[in-house]
């Protein structure tokens, strides 16, 4: 069974750091292209970043190009969101979501972590 | 980047069928066979229901169905049941390897 588990979050002041991490298991996970989608309480989602197989290629939404990193570790099965100068903005729940075969959709999704930016 | 636009609601009686459609421009849905619809319950993760313009995955019922035409793509729900109760997203592959959301819509069954 495919399962993503996301961990991390929490409440952070503005103009600071955070990790979030996605624990991924019950599928050979560096087969697959990864992404972070979020969603600010109440709203829609809004892709946020994508990392390819072996990590080479990285790609971001304009609103956090510059502050957030994506990248993975094969070696344990896990997807990573560094996210830097975090803006109340930014107050969401991240979800980690694979791609599916074929490509350019998300097939199976985390139950995601919550991201609070606030002074 | 902006938004795909969707109607905030849409409703229909049991056994309806009702239709909700996602607005994008030239450089998304309508340059690409790209779109894929979720669907998601109050808080709970997305589910993929359609994917690559009109593809279902294993499990999903086929009274889900979609379509494209130019710049606008809609899924339509057939035989509407309580279950389906939920926020529905589109998202289309935008270029650049960079992926654009619906503004999502609130099923109601009536």
């Known amino acids: 069974e495919v399962q993503l588990v996301e961990s991390g979050g929490g409440v952070v002041q503005p103009g600071g750091s955070l990790r979030l991490s996605c624990a991924a298991s019950?599928?050979?996970?560096?087969?697959?292209?990864m992404h972070w989608v979020r969603q600010a309480p109440g709203k829609g989602l809004v892709w946020v970043s994508r990392?390819?197989?072996?990590?080479?290629?990285?790609s971001y939404a304009d609103s956090v190009r510059g502050r957030f990193t994506i990248s993975r570790d094969n070696t344990k099965n896990t997807l990573y969101l560094q996210m830097n100068s975090l803006r109340a903005d930014d107050t969401a729940v991240y979800y980690c979501?694979?791609?599916?075969?074929?490509?350019?959709?998300?097939?199976?999704w985390g139950q995601g972590t919550l991201v609070t930016v606030s002074s | 980047q902006s938004a795909l636009t969707q109607p905030a609601s849409v409703s229909g009686s049991p056994g309806q069928s009702i239709t909700i459609s996602c607005t994008g421009t030239s450089s998304d849905v309508g340059n690409y066979n790209l779109v894929s619809w979720c669907q998601q319950h109050p808080g709970k993760a997305p589910k993929l229901m359609i994917y690559?313009?009109?593809k279902r995955p294993s499990g999903v019922s086929n009274r889900f169905s979609a379509s494209k035409s130019g710049n606008t793509a809609s899924l339509t729900i057939s035989g509407l049941q309580a279950e389906d109760e939920a926020d529905y997203y589109c998202c289309s592959y935008a270029g650049d390897d960079t992926w654009v959301f619906g503004t999502g819509t609130k099923v109601t069954v009536l």
């Open positions: 019950g599928f050979s996970f560096s087969s697959y292209w």
């Open positions: 990392v390819t197989t072996a990590g080479t290629y990285t």
């Open positions: 690559e313009g009109t």
């Open positions: 979501a694979r791609e599916g075969s074929g490509g350019y959709h998300f097939d199976f």
